[in-house]
């Protein structure tokens, strides 16, 4: 080495091919015609960059040094010259060598990358067309061909569309050369954000050319999910589906708090930071379709697409929130916020996701993460069923082939027990397939218990070379292997699933927890019915301090409009209401073999729904009919349709036969409730053709604020007079065309239920209890049962407020 070690000014690039010959990897003339690559750091002396970037980009000189192609690094900052000089080159000074480099080369190339690296100020126009003007200096000076140019925005997204700005208009590389920049996230903080965010950095960029990073994709378990399916197709094919799979856990727990991010976090929250971008893409590379060629990054990236688009809907109940305790004290602190600043930000989230895929339909997908947890890991665990009864003995069997030991596979990501990422198959699943120049089989520590079992259950296997995720990350940017990064489509994609359930948890307070080992059990839970809840109760003293009962309560008379009232908190309210349901089916059943049920839509029946489905397996469905009061004219399909909300809360969970449900024809020729069409006479006789003397065994009501029922509503004749039986009606809220039982048909039923919940309704509950019958002010006034019997069932907050 020793002629080489100053580099003459200014043939920096003799200097590092001469270094480089005194070592013995000079590459051939051919080799170095690959051109110049110029990386440009934006946020070179920040946190991450200070932490993963600099060694990341270090890494991708030792790697590439001999590729041909030549490099210069400049990190870039608001910073003054002389100071931000200073501070980047402080990080770099400390850049680690690899332990599997050796350490005379690594010091060598660590001097070279010094040398190679310079610092900007890069603040105004000028400061990136100077940029630019140096580039192309040194180009011309070391008589280099330009390959590219390469910037990652390490820095707030506030910042970028400026930054982007300036890049565009005077630091693209000439014809013939690429460029690619790299984004960090958050990449919007919900659908409609990340649109307006992509429409900006597409003004700017082609779609190839930015690079969306989300540095999961770069741990090497996680990288590893689709070659591992890929290599392993043969075993897994018949077993990777909803018939053989029971679930799927996806899992990063972490120990520390968001002390000292308060401002980040609190607009952000758990789901957003992690499950939205991190978990999801774990997701996605286990249940999109394999494309028949992994190498080709645009059947990758569609196919991740497409599962992405058939994941169900999440709702509410598919998530359970906590926060840690001290988390509104960080917040106060750090935030500057007064005591009474109440923060409903999560800091853990369960959330099960689905998906309606052939493959996977059924199968849950729990996705899990959270801040001051016990331990900090990341996996994902595929958990296969298990069909089989073992004779022998537990003693007897063998080790880890038995087929009643629990079948799965992980994909360790990191920390935790093993603290490697590691690709774990059970022994009683097969022997995978692993590319040996990258995996290696591990043995040993067979005390070491992982996921129930002793490591010797697994196959186990570790990367040969550890490699940090920002590392892999940008050696796949100097590959352009744009599969390994968030395309707008994918990102828009994922926006749109996670924002319906961000906007429905805004206002719900997250179960409070202690944080650590002190959590106990307190975070547990479990899937009940396509939802997720806590599996311990609640601490109430932590978030309900009052829950007892008014003492009034007892005084309550049990009779509202001269019929029987059944009033109780609401979900005893629910419960009570589902089994008189199921009474007054098995009596119906009992005496004419049919039960028609006549159910209405809104909000308050979601709730028996769901109970019914859940609770009530001595129901007879087998003979019960289901029939709509009332409905909107959308298609059955459109989830405001009545129907649509039946379907998903009661009928996909029971087993009536398919000819026994009847939704109303509100889509006949194509068209929605138009008259002409007949829709309601359709209806009417097909009542008349089932339902003896149409008069139902059970119609289920419900009222609302200005004291419509069904679709009929005050003001109108529409139903409330005459005897028609089914009616389009025109509603004052949207959807405002209906169809809708009248109350002629209603009064013939054998019973009627109204069912009340809610603050909302105490207003009207109490109007109602105090009026006669005037159907046109109060259309629910009109409920009178000819020969039937009427029930009324509502809740403490609606009788009382
Ligand atoms: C980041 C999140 O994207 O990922 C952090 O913003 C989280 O909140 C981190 O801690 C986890 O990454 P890793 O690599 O430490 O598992």
């Keep these: 080495l020793p002629p080489c070690v100053t580099p003459p000014e200014p043939g920096l690039w003799m200097w590092v091919l001469c270094t480089m010959f005194f070592m013995g990897a000079l590459p051939s003339p051919a080799e170095m015609s690959q051109g110049h690559i110029s990386v440009v750091l934006l946020g070179a002396t920040g946190d991450l960059a200070k932490k993963y970037l600099w060694q990341g980009l270090f890494q991708l000189y030792m790697d590439q040094v001999s590729s041909g192609h030549s490099f210069t690094f400049h990190g870039a900052a608001l910073t003054a010259l002389e100071p931000g000089q200073k501070m980047m080159f402080d990080v770099l000074k400390k850049l680690a060598c690899p332990p599997d480099e050796a ?10 990358f010094l040398k190679l690296s310079q610092y900007h100020q890069l603040k105004t126009a000028e400061n990136y067309t100077v940029l630019n003007r140096e580039i192309e200096v040194l180009l011309r000076q070391e008589g280099l061909k330009e390959a590219g140019r390469i910037f990652y ?20 590389p000439p ?83 968001a002390k000292g991010r308060t401002s980040f976090y609190e607009q952000y929250g758990v789901i957003r930071d992690v499950l939205q971008n991190h978990l999801t893409e774990a997701l996605m590379f286990l249940t999109m379709e394999l494309p028949g060629n992994l190498s080709r990054t645009e059947e990758v990236l569609q196919c991740k697409l497409q599962a992405l688009r058939s994941l169900r809907g999440l709702e509410k109940h598919s998530a359970v929130l906590g926060q840690y305790q001290a988390y509104a004290s960080h917040v106060q602190e750090e935030l500057k916020k007064g005591q ?34 016990d331990e900090r890991v990341g996996y994902v665990r595929v958990l296969f069923k298990n069909r089989a009864y073992c004779t022998q003995s537990e003693t007897l069997r063998d080790a880890g082939h038995s087929q009643c030991k629990a079948k799965q596979i992980i994909f360790y990501i990191g920390h935790g027990a093993l603290n490697t990422p590691a690709v774990l198959v059970s022994r009683n699943l097969f022997r995978p397939v692993m590319p040996k120049s990258s995996w290696r089989e591990v043995v040993g520590q067979p005390e070491l218990h992982v996921f129930g079992q002793p490591l010797s259950d697994y196959y186990v296997y570790s990367p040969v070379k550890e490699r940090d995720a920002y590392s892999v990350l940008i050696s796949n940017i100097y590959h352009g292997r744009k599969d390994f990064f968030i395309t707008t489509e994918n990102l828009l994609a994922s926006w749109a699933f996670w924002t319906p359930l961000l906007n429905s948890i805004s206002q719900q307070p997250p179960r409070l927890y202690p944080g650590g080992v002190e959590n106990q059990n307190l975070l547990d839970f479990e899937m009940v019915s396509g939802e997720l809840a806590f599996t311990a109760a609640e601490p109430v003293e932590l978030l309900h301090p009052d829950r007892s009962m008014p003492s009034d309560f007892k005084t309550i008379q049990s009779k509202f409009r001269q019929s029987p009232l059944v009033s109780m908190w609401s979900e005893d309210l629910i419960s ?5 349901v199921e009474k007054a089916a098995n009596r119906a059943v009992a005496g004419s073999g049919q039960f028609h049920l006549a159910l209405s839509g809104g909000s308050s029946p979601v709730a028996l729904f769901q109970r019914l489905a859940r609770h009530h397996y001595a129901f007879p469905w087998r003979h019960t009919h289901i029939w709509l009061v009332d409905e ?56 008349a053709a089932l339902v003896a003397n149409s008069s139902f065994d059970l119609v289920l009501l419900g009222l609302g604020t200005d004291g419509h029922t069904a679709s009929l509503f005050p003001d109108s004749e529409d139903g409330l007079e005459g005897t028609q039986a089914v009616v389009l009606t025109e509603s004052p809220i949207k959807p405002h065309q209906r169809m809708s039982f009248s109350l002629s048909l209603i009064n013939k039923a054998r019973q009627v239920f109204v069912l009340v919940v809610g603050k909302g309704k105490h207003d009207i509950t109490t109007q109602i209890s105090r009026v006669g019958r005037q159907p046109r002010k109060w259309p629910i006034s009109g409920v009178s049962p000819s020969s039937g019997q009427l029930v009324w069932y509502v809740d403490y907050e609606a009788l009382l407020g």
């Design 632 to 687: 909107r004219c959308v298609p059955l399909t459109d989830p405001e349709s009545n129907f649509f909300s039946l379907h998903s809360h009661l009928l996909q969970s029971i087993r009536v036969p398919y000819f026994n449900v009847h939704p109303m024809p509100v889509h006949l020729n194509q068209r929605l409730c138009v008259e002409e069409d007949g829709g309601t006479e359709l209806y009417a006789k097909e009542i």
């Design 153 to 172: 925005f390490s820095v707030p997204p506030f910042a970028y569309t400026e930054i982007a700005r300036h890049i565009n208009s005077s630091c693209r």
């Design 103 to 112: 350490p005379d080369r690594c010091a060598v190339l660590k001097d070279q």
């Design 340 to 373: 009474d600043y109440v923060s409903t930000t999560p800091t853990f989230a369960g959330v099960l996701v689905q998906s309606d895929s052939l493959r996977w339909e059924g199968v849950p997908f729990l996705l899990t993460s959270g801040k001051a947890l």
């Design 576 to 580: 009570q209401l589902a089994s008189d």
């Design 175 to 257: 014809p013939g050369a690429w460029l690619r920049v790299v984004l960090e996230k958050p990449f919007g903080h919900d659908l409609e954000s990340a649109q307006q965010l992509a429409a900006e950095l597409t003004s700017f960029f082609r779609e190839e050319e930015m690079y969306r990073v989300d540095h999961y994709l770069g741990k090497q378990a996680v990288a590893h999910i689709l070659p591992f399916r890929d290599q392993n197709q043969e075993f897994l094919d018949p077993i990777w589906n909803r018939h053989h799979v029971e679930r799927v856990e996806i899992v990063l727990k972490e120990v520390v708090d």
